[in-house]
Structure formats: structure tokens, C-alpha cells
């Protein structure tokens, strides 16, 4: 597979210099190829509905191909004919990770191509030239011929010099962010727009998959979210012993409270007892995680970005970073630090944070802590208008117009 992939990329390659662009032409592609989410999604819908003949989704997944097509919106199955020349054809290509997202193999955006980088996340966390630099990242379990260090050289030759460096815009959402963002991916043509998949908190109309309904969410007073970044060494310390499980699901089911675990799709940490009836795992249940924040009225989380997606619906925030220290020594560094960027509250241990979410009300409501909410709300977040899309989409109609 990997072969043919290859070969599909090559051919892409060769042919994107001789087959003539679509002008007004958009294709979109998230999450390896494989879902229905993210940045590009938000943008897709957006132009959707100002014009079908402009967007086109592209997947391998073939139930998302199906979905996308009982709905009558457009799409194409990567695999296919169709899928081969809209890759070719279309003007610009938006991804939010890399260009896996559309292309086959995706190691490269060479070509004549015009990909434009929506990215999944705020940079937080040292990921990606970051992490090269202090030799951080993800790494193979075993490390046989010392391929670690050959993928390393790899990356630092040709996805961080030559891939990202090609990208025609780069979005971000903040001056803040702008300046992590160059570094990051390596690229001067960093946008201040926003990220798309926020609008969702400003019009419910963008909901596709209505979880409320699915979930059954109206018979909870409360509905909580856990939704946890992964760990780069792969251990599996869960962050919820049995005996706290036990306690939790007593003070949620006598509170009508609900607590749902969306797990990053790496992660086989957390294992619950079989005997829960309010703590719940709905990782392969929801596929995209802004139609489940939407209904959250609590967020917990740890290291994970979507603390930047979440802080725009200013409802409370709790951080459990219980295993900081490994997780500073053996995973991902931070580009600020950590617990004075953040506007908490921080648990470390499990008492604590029973503590805090029983006391939600009474620590949200405090005047120091709503200014330091907001302050770092307004640091990474320069829009709070739900207009991302709109605003993506008019920078590259600007562009063809010659406006700047």
C-alpha cells in the first residue's frame, strides 16, 4: 500500500504542471483523510452554504463519503478517479495536520500545488521544530538501527525545511500566536484569522451530528467533559485509580451529573470499571470534539490545546496536570510556563480535583480569577465573533482580487 501511495504522490507531482487549475476550486481534507472535522470542516460548511460549486471534501474513509453524500454536499473518495484529478484540479488544498490530509502518502507538498495549513491546534506545547530542537517528540517504541535519530534527520531535512516552508498560509489566532506559529512551521505567511471549528459556539447551525440528541445530554443538570492530550513515552498511568472512579460516579449520579472521557485517539491509558453509570468513554462515539464541547458546561483537561477552543464559551476550566513532572521530562515541553499562563485552577492529585468540581460554582464566579480568565482568553484569542470561516475565506478571495 504504502508503494502505490507513493506512486499516486509522484504522479500528482509530475501531472500538477501540466493539468490546468480550477479557478474557485477548494478541496478540503482533515485528520489523515480519515474524518469528518476540524478547521477545513468548519471552512467547507461556510462556503457551502455561500456556494456549492466551490468546496469539495476529500476522504478515504468511506462512511464519511457516504454520509457526506446522503446530505448532498460535495465530496469525492480519495481512492478514485474523481478523488486523483480533484487533488490535481483544485486551486487550493486545506489541511489542518499534514498533507496526508488530501494527498496518499503525504510526506511532501511538492508540486504545483497551493496548500494552505488551517492547523489543529494553538501552539502550547513543544511540538514540531520545538520538539526537534530539544530532541523531543514522539519515538518508536523500539529503537532498532537507531531509526529514532534517522527519523529525526528526516524530519529536520524534509518536512521542516522544505514541506511546511511551502505552505501559502499558515492560520493562526493571535500576534501571540502568529510568532510561535512562524517558528513552528517554519513560514513567514502566518495569518491572524482565528480557528474556524470556534464558530460552532456562536451558531448552533453549524452542528452537524447533534450529540445532544444522541446522548441524551438534556437529562443531566451538568454535563462534564474529560478530554486529555497524549504522552509521547507511551506509559499507561491512568490519571483515575479504580477506588476514585467508584467516588466520582456516587457524587455525579446523586448530582445528576454526567463526566464523558474523549480520549486522543493515541491514548490506552484510561481503563473504567465496569460498574460506572455516569462516567462514560465516548472517544469512537464522537469523531469531531467541537460538537461535544458546545454541550459541555465543564471542561477538564491537562496539556491538551483544545483549553484555547474551550475558553471562548467562558465556562470553567479545571486542570489536572497530574503527572506533570514525567510528562515535562519524558513527553512535550511547554512554550510558556505552565502553571503561571494558565488561568486554572490546578489539580495535582485526585481529592483535588473532586474538590474543585464540586466547588465549581463558588471558584468561577471570584472577580481575580474572571480577569485572569479573560486576559488569557484575549492573549490567544484576538476574535471572539465566530467569524473565522468567513474570514479565511476572504483573505484568499482578497488574493485573487489583488487586494491587500
Known amino acids: 500500500m ?24 477548494y478541496l478540503f481534507g482533515a485528520d489523515l483523510g480519515t474524518l469528518f472535522k476540524g478547521n477545513p470542516k468548519y471552512v467547507y460548511l461556510y462556503l457551502l452554504d455561500k456556494d456549492p460549486q466551490i468546496p469539495c471534501w476529500i476522504t478515504e474513509n468511506k462512511k464519511v463519503s457516504k454520509e457526506l453524500s446522503s446530505r448532498n454536499f460535495p465530496v469525492v473518495y480519495k481512492y478514485s478517479l474523481g478523488g486523483f484529478l480533484e487533488i490535481l484540479r483544485s486551486e487550493y488544498l486545506f489541511i489542518d495536520f499534514t498533507p496526508r490530509d488530501i494527498f496518499y502518502l503525504g510526506e511532501t507538498t511538492f508540486g504545483r500545488f497551493n496548500f494552505i495549513q488551517l492547523t489543529h491546534g494553538t501552539p502550547f506545547k513543544k511540538g514540531g521544530q520545538f520538539a526537534i530542537d530539544e530532541g523531543r517528540g514522539r519515538k518508536f517504541k523500539i529503537n532498532l538501527f537507531d531509526i529514532n535519530k534517522i527519523i529525526s534527520k528526516i524530519k529536520i531535512s524534509l518536512v521542516y525545511k522544505v514541506l511546511l516552508n511551502n505552505y501559502k498560509m499558515v492560520l493562526s489566532t493571535s500576534e501571540e500566536t502568529q510568532k ?14 482565528g480557528m474556524p471549528r470556534n464558530d460552532i ?117 479545571i486542570f489536572y496536570p497530574y503527572d506533570y513532572e514525567d510528562y515535562i521530562k519524558n513527553c512535550r515541553g511547554f512554550l510558556y510556563d505552565y502553571f503561571e499562563e494558565l ?19 463558588e471558584w468561577f464566579s471570584e472577580r481575580e480569577y474572571q480577569s485572569k480568565y479573560r486576559s488569557f482568553k ?11 470561516s468567513e474570514r479565511c475565506v476572504n483573505y484568499f478571495i482578497a488574493r485573487q482580487r489583488g487586494i491587500k
Do not use: C
Not at 517558528?183 to 495569518?191: E, P, S
Open 2 to 25: 504504502i508503494a502505490l501511495e507513493a506512486l499516486l504522490d509522484f504522479l500528482l507531482f509530475g501531472l500538477s504542471y501540466f493539468v490546468p487549475k480550477k479557478n474557485g476550486r
Open 343 to 361: 488561568p486554572g485552577p490546578f489539580a495535582r492529585n485526585e481529592d483535588k480535583l473532586m474538590d474543585l468540581i464540586k466547588t465549581v460554582q
Open 180 to 193: 510561535s506559529s512562524e517558528y513552528l512551521f517554519q513560514n513567514k505567511n502566518v495569518q491572524i484569522i
Open 378 to 388: 484575549n492573549k490567544f484569542n484576538k476574535y471572539h465573533d465566530g467569524k473565522a
Open 201 to 317: 459556539f456562536f451558531n448552533r447551525e453549524l452542528i452537524f451530528n447533534d450529540l445532544s440528541k444522541d446522548l441524551n445530554l438534556k437529562q443531566y443538570d451538568k454535563v462534564i467533559l474529560y478530554a486529555p492530550t497524549y504522552r509521547d513515552d507511551y506509559k499507561s498511568v491512568s490519571p483515575l485509580s479504580d477506588e476514585y472512579q467508584l467516588k466520582l460516579d456516587s457524587y455525579l449520579r446523586k448530582s445528576n451529573q454526567i463526566l464523558y472521557i474523549k480520549k486522543h485517539p493515541l491514548d490506552s491509558a484510561i481503563v473504567l470499571s465496569d460498574d460506572l453509570s455516569n462516567i462514560r468513554i465516548i472517544t469512537h462515539k464522537v469523531d469531531d470534539i467541537q460538537e461535544l464541547l458546545v454541550h459541555a458546561d465543564i471542561l477538564i483537561t491537562d496539556y491538551s490545546s483544545v483549553t484555547f477552543d474551550f475558553v471562548m464559551t467562558d465556562r470553567p476550566i
